[in-house]
C-alpha cells in the first residue's frame, strides 16, 4: 500500500515538472503543454507547487495525475510506483 499523502510530501508538481525537463522555475510558471501535440501557445499551462493545468484541454490535477498522464498515459498506478 502507498502513502499518497507521503508521496505528494517528498514532490510537488514544479519538481515533477524541472525532472521532466519542463522550462519551469518556480510555482506559476507557464510553458506550452506536454500533453498536446502541436501545442504552441506558450502560456496554455502552469504548474503550481500543489496542481497544475492545462487550460486548453480543460485538465488537471496534482503530481500524481501530472506523472500519470505525461509518463505512462493516464495509468495513476504506474505513477504512483514512479513516484
Do not use: W
Not at 502507498?2 to 518556480?26: E, F, H, M, W
Not at 502541436?38 to 507547487?49: E, L
Request: charged share 25%.
Amino acid at each position: 500500500m502507498y502513502d499518497l499523502n507521503l508521496i505528494k510530501s517528498r514532490i510537488n508538481c514544479v519538481t515533477y515538472a524541472q525532472r521532466v525537463g519542463l522550462p519551469i522555475k518556480s510555482s506559476g510558471d507557464r510553458c506550452i503543454s506536454p500533453f498536446r501535440d502541436g501545442a504552441k501557445n506558450p502560456t496554455s499551462f502552469v504548474v503550481h507547487d500543489d496542481f497544475y493545468f492545462d487550460f486548453s484541454a480543460g485538465t488537471g490535477g496534482d503530481v500524481i495525475e501530472f506523472c500519470a498522464n505525461y509518463a505512462h498515459h493516464g495509468d495513476r498506478g504506474a505513477a504512483i510506483r514512479e513516484l
